[in-house]
Nanobody
Framework: QVQLVESGGGLVQAGGSLRLSCAASGSIFSINAMGWYRQAPGKQRELVATITLGINTQYADSVKGRFTISRDSAKNTVYLQMNSLKPEDTAVYYC????????????????WGQGTQVTVSS
């Protein structure tokens, strides 16, 4: 089992900043990629940003230049620094991690956190 715990959401005015954190724990052998997704009311969940083991990053066009994803591999933690927030960034943000568990033999996992609410007021 792999568990993800997110923190750092909240209410912020437009133009402000927030930093989300997501810590992975459990029977982790490897984390190949971690990422952030978001789901606004009435909309499908969408990719925000991902980062691989090799520190390659990918961003949604809507957040490029405003959001930065990073990871601390020693702590199994991923961060999302969100600057210049806009009301349209309002959503529940979910952390995702994919890799291999410790169980012999190692088996793939694709884990999700419980989500953290980000609300940006205009």
């Amino acid at each position: 089992q792999v568990q993800l715990v997110e923190s750092g959401g909240g209410l912020v005015q437009a133009g402000g900043s927030l930093r989300l954190s997501c810590a992975a724990s459990g029977s982790i052998f490897s984390i190949n990629a971690m990422g952030w997704y978001r789901q606004a009311p009435g909309k499908q969940r969408e990719l925000v940003a991902t980062i691989t083991l090799g520190i390659n990053t990918q961003y949604a066009d809507s957040v490029k230049g405003r959001f930065t994803i990073s990871r601390d591999s020693a702590k199994n933690t991923v961060y999302l620094q969100m600057n210049s927030l806009k009301p349209e960034d309002t959503a529940v943000y979910y952390c995702n991690a994919a890799g291999l568990t410790r169980y012999p033999p190692p088996i793939p996992y694709d884990a999700w956190g419980q989500g953290t609410q980000v609300t940006v007021s205009s």
